[in-house]
């Protein structure tokens, strides 16, 4: 059986999903067979993975295929076996080693979740049966003691499954070590032991000036330092699944060509732009609620939503929906991709009510197609075919519905061989449901040549296993890995 490690964090976004895609490409580099496993997670961002023994995919959160990628392994659904995806303020899907389980309440969950600790000890108990070393990422934080009696996802799976801790905490946001000491001062005994020492992450400037703060925290809590890792540029070249980073990238740095992209209240995939923030004359913006679509954006993209009805509305309460009919007017182009396709037609129906008590929404009307959503969930990766550029694609599907329609006849895409997607009479504005369609090189260039934007085509993939090689290179020289390694067990 595999040794592990696990990382747990002083809060959420302290940088734990990064550390352990570092940590995975490290051990590769070294030699060893490592996979990475997250207990429980939430996140709108999912990828397609293989469930063990079907011909079927599933879904796990993106960064577990991110880590999955920087281990050199192909990502399954018991390295993520449980996917919360919010679907409104107080509820979420539940996807329990890869299929949709049911819905629950927050309030609820908490007493679900503890009923799904053993479909986690059997996906644990089978990832680790062929490797070498599994890095784990907790969620959240071990100091959510109110959450502890039924917890899945931290202290409760550590010591459960026996795996030592490593807590990371964010220097750049203030007060870490008031965090780490203030942890270590109410977790319980048995949760304490658990610890093996602690990682200082975001770090600015020399990391020597920190020596003093290590000095503190050691006498505090008795723990040892791992190390201090400096702040992480490359980060900004991988794949996220929280979108607290959307709040960042909502205005980036002005660039030669501009697109515009709403953030939706349930978006979900919005990874699936990372490719197009990669190019060099290309400035994606987020628009928060609230903004305007800005006028001078060349393309808009309405991205995936895990709740279309719902996101239609808040369009509409923001306006956009108006900014969306002015950018048409003015001979702009438009995207929808999954749940954003849906959007741009004429109505989307749920005759089941699977999203909730709205049944019917009407459509944005800029393509001439009806959705019908339905319960079966669609989850499988795909090989597919740009047909306007004749350019290879691959991607995946996580979608439910059925969209049909007269613009259908003039489909952007084939999926497996079968037109997927619709497109309008002038080509301005165009949808499909397949996600991951920028990530081919030869496409986005094409595509991004056809609005005016000259210099496209980096080599998407080739820059995110450079930046994978890059982050393990400096957690070998911040980190004391061999301490790290041997605390395994």
């Not at 005759?351 to 969930?377: F, H, M, N, W, Y």
């Amino acid at each position: 059986m595999a040794r592990a490690i696990m990382l747990q964090g002083t809060g959420s976004d302290v940088g734990k999903t990064l550390l352990v895609a570092g940590l995975c490409r490290l051990a590769r580099n070294r030699g060893l067979r490592v996979k990475p496993f997250k207990p429980q997670n939430m996140s709108n961002n999912a990828a397609v993975a293989d469930i063990p023994g079907s011909a079927m995919g599933g879904e796990i959160g993106r960064a577990q295929w991110l880590q999955a990628l920087a281990s050199g392994v192909e990502p399954t659904v018991d390295m993520n076996p449980v996917l919360l995806k919010p679907q409104s303020d107080i509820g979420s899907q539940i996807v329990v080693q890869g299929r949709v389980h049911g819905e629950a309440r927050a309030r609820d969950y908490q007493r679900l979740k503890a009923t799904l600790m053993d479909a986690v000890m059997q996906s644990w108990e089978r990832l680790r049966e062929d490797a070498d070393l599994v890095v784990v990422e907790g969620a959240g934080s071990p100091a959510e003691i109110n959450l502890r009696p039924r917890d899945i996802a931290n202290m409760g799976f550590a010591t459960r499954a026996g795996v030592p801790v490593v807590l990371v905490g964010d220097i750049d946001r203030g007060g870490v070590i008031a965090a780490i000491a203030g942890t270590h001062l109410i977790l319980p005994e048995e949760d304490r032991a658990m610890i093996a020492g602690y990682l200082i992450n975001k770090f600015r400037g020399d990391v020597t000036l920190f020596d003093d703060g290590l000095e503190a925290i050691t006498r505090f809590t008795g723990w040892r330092s791992f190390g201090v890792v400096p702040w992480l540029r490359e980060a900004a070249l991988l794949p996220s699944e929280d979108s607290v980073i959307l709040e960042r990238v909502s205005r980036g740095e002005e660039k030669a060509f501009r697109i515009a992209v709403p953030m939706l209240s349930r978006i979900a995939n919005f990874d699936d732009l990372d490719p197009l923030r990669a190019e060099a004359n290309v400035e994606v913006v987020f628009v928060p609620p609230g903004e305007r679509l800005p006028r001078d954006a060349g393309l808009v993209v309405i991205p995936g939503s895990k709740s279309t009805i719902a996101d239609l509305a808040m369009l509409r309460e923001n306006g956009w929906d108006a900014d969306l009919a002015a950018h048409r007017r003015r001979g702009g182009h438009v995207v929808g991709l999954c749940g954003g396709y849906q959007m741009l037609g004429r109505s989307v129906t749920d005759p089941q009510g699977i999203e909730g008590a709205s049944r019917e929404a009407e459509g944005l009307g800029l393509l001439d197609v009806e959705t019908v959503l339905e319960p079966e969930k669609t989850v499988r990766n795909v090989a597919a075919h740009s047909l306007a550029f004749d350019e290879p694609l691959s991607g995946y599907e996580i979608h439910l519905g059925r969209t049909s329609g007269a613009d259908c006849l003039r489909p952007p895409v084939t999926i497996d061989g079968v037109a997927d997607g619709a497109a309008s009479p002038d080509g301005r504005v165009w949808g499909t449901y397949l996600h991951g369609i920028f990530a081919a090189d030869g496409f986005r260039r094409q595509f991004l040549e056809s609005l005016g934007v000259r210099g496209a085509g980096v080599d998407y993939r080739a820059e995110i296993e450079r930046a994978l090689d890059a982050i393990a290179s400096h957690l070998e020289t911040h980190v004391d890995c061999e301490a790290l390694f041997a605390a395994a067990r």
